[in-house]
Each structure stands twice: as structure tokens, then as C-alpha cells.
């Protein structure tokens, strides 16, 4: 029996038949035809940062010991968008209390600082060397450190600001790679890639010594000629 009359029989029995769409003078691509496979497979996007992901990722941390004692994370605060990004240490009790940084008494004078320049806290973003409080505020360890970093330079690549203020020396540290002093990072322009980095004493530190504010009015004011220029 020929094809045609089979077919014939089962439309007569009211059983659908499937037909190949496919002319059949129409080539398919072989299996074994690399070019042919190679124009079907469709290359995957590339993986994109964004700033939900990368704040899911800190709020539950537990890559170091610091989550052990912490409240909770400290992420940063402010505008995403800045041209300014002002870098600390690491979250004291209040900050840890409320989640945010620099909201003690050093925070405010950081408010007074900015504001000294032209600057509400608004339109810069502040973040920390490290995201969890370390016990009784002491210094966070190498390895915290290290472990915190990557997410702060996630942080510095989405922004992409125009110029980084670093408070303090730990931070400076860190953030330079340098075991320098203080005293002689400040008054000086540094880079993280090509962004210029500006090093200024620990608002902390100078409500301790307050005969220090004269260098630290004058590191701002090099941070800010620095900015005009970019």
C-alpha cells in the first residue's frame, strides 16, 4: 500500500495524521556540522553586578567571626550615584544598633566636615572597610579584613565616584595596601585605579586631639581642589 492511500484509510477513520512541516528538499544543519551548531547556540549574558544582589549577599555574612557578635550588617549609606565616597573603618555600637555608619558622635562631626566643604551627607556615599562591628570597637583583624574587602571594592565599582576620602589609618591601610603611617599618607594624593584617593585622621580621633582639625581641614580641602579638577 502507497503512502498516499494509507493516509487515505486513516483520515477515513478519523485519526489526525502529523505532518512534517519541512519540505523535503530542505536541508537540516548536520549534527556534525560545527559552523551549523555554532550559529544556534546563543552565547550567555555575562554576569552583571547590581546593588540588590550585592546587598543580599552582605546582610546574611557569615564568611567571618565578626557575624558572631555583630546586630547586624552595616551595608553603607547614601547616594549610589556619588562623586564622593568616604571610606572608614568598620561600625561602632551605634551604627550596629542602627544599621548605618558614622551616626555616633564621629558621625556627626563627619557631617560637619562634609558640610565644611560644601557637601550634605546625601550626596556622598559612606561605607567601611569591614561590614560587621568588631567586639568592644577594637581594631578589625588582618584576616576580617581581607575576608570584608572584595565587598567595598564592589561597592567602589558600582559607584565609580570621581574621588575617595579614607578616615583613619586602618582603613587607609587597607584600602592603599601600605603599612605606612597615617602621618605620612595624609597630605598626599594616592590612587585605587584611577581614582584619585585622598587620606584624612579618623573623625574619631579628632575629638580626641582636636589640635588636628588644622590637618584635617587642609587634607578636605586637597580632597576638594583635587575633585574640581576631575
Known amino acids: 500500500m502507497d503512502n498516499a492511500t494509507r493516509l487515505q484509510y486513516l483520515e477515513a477513520m478519523g485519526i489526525d495524521v502529523w505532518l512534517s512541516r519541512t519540505a523535503p528538499d530542505q536541508e537540516q544543519p548536520s549534527v556534525s556540522d560545527p559552523d551549523a551548531i555554532a550559529e544556534n547556540i546563543q552565547p550567555e549574558p555575562e554576569s552583571i553586578d547590581t546593588w540588590e544582589a550585592l546587598q543580599a549577599e552582605v546582610a546574611p555574612c557569615t564568611k ?12 553603607g549609606s547614601g547616594n549610589k550615584k556619588a562623586e564622593w565616597m568616604i ?27 562634609l558640610r565644611a566643604i560644601g557637601l550634605d551627607r ?13 567586639p568592644s570597637n577594637r581594631d578589625p583583624k588582618p584576616i576580617e579584613i581581607e575576608t570584608c574587602k572584595p565587598y567595598l571594592l564592589r561597592q567602589i565599582a558600582l559607584i565609580k565616584p570621581k574621588i575617595i576620602v579614607v578616615l583613619g589609618r586602618v582603613a587607609a591601610q ?6 605606612e603611617p597615617i602621618g605620612k599618607l595624609r597630605g598626599k594624593i594616592h590612587a585605587l585605579n584611577d581614582t584619585p584617593v585622598v587620606v584624612v ?19 578636605l580641602k586637597l580632597a576638594l581642589q583635587i575633585y574640581k579638577k576631575h
Open 64 to 75: 567571618c567571626d565578626l557575624c558572631k557578635t555583630r546586630t547586624q550588617t552595616v551595608f
Open 87 to 113: 571610606i572608614g573603618e568598620g561600625p561602632g555600637q551605634n551604627e550596629d544598633l542602627q544599621g548605618l555608619p558614622f551616626v555616633g558622635k564621629a558621625g556627626q562631626l563627619l557631617t560637619e566636615m
Open 122 to 134: 546625601e550626596e556622598v556615599f559612606i561605607a567601611n572597610i569591614v561590614k560587621c562591628r568588631p
Open 174 to 179: 587597607a584600602l592603599l595596601n601600605t603599612e
Open 201 to 219: 585622621y579618623h573623625p574619631a580621633y579628632l575629638l580626641r586631639s582636636l589640635l588636628d582639625k588644622r590637618k584635617a581641614w587642609a587634607d
